[in-house]
């Protein structure tokens, strides 16, 4: 049985966390992603307070696909250092959970 990850990353604008979330599914990597905001944020950035408002990207994936999907996010992300941090999900129905699996599986396989 695969293990389950949420991943999740912030970016600056609805548009980009929808292009993100789509080229994440379409190339297999996560089975959903989900865009929310706005939020606000607060961080520091080379030494100085900032604040701003972000979207958070939320992707489901599995154990095996989390590495990839982590390379893509970056490779695709307008931040040159964006945060991707990946969360265990600890239960679920099996249902939804096979699920995760077969969406993040080449076709056929």
Same mark, same amino acid.
């Given at each position: 049985m695969a293990n389950f990850l949420i991943v999740i990353?912030?970016?600056?604008?609805e548009a980009v966390g929808a292009k993100?979330?789509?080229?994440?599914?379409?190339?297999?990597?996560?089975?959903?992603? *989900?865009?929310?905001g706005p939020?606000?944020?607060t961080y520091r950035?080379?030494?100085?307070?900032?604040?701003?408002?972000?979207? *958070?990207?939320t992707f489901r994936t599995t154990e095996d696909r989390v590495a990839e999907l982590e390379r893509h996010v970056v490779a695709e992300h307008p931040y040159d250092n964006p945060?991707?941090?990946?969360?265990?999900?600890?239960?679920?129905?099996?249902l939804y959970l096979d699920w995760i699996t077969r969406a993040t599986r080449p076709v056929g396989s």
């Open positions: 990353t912030t970016v600056d604008s993100l979330s789509r080229s994440a599914v379409e190339a297999g990597l996560a089975a959903s992603g *989900q865009v929310t939020v606000s944020t950035h080379l030494g100085e307070m900032c604040e701003g408002t972000e979207w *958070q990207v945060e991707v941090i990946s969360l265990p999900i600890l239960s679920g129905p099996s």
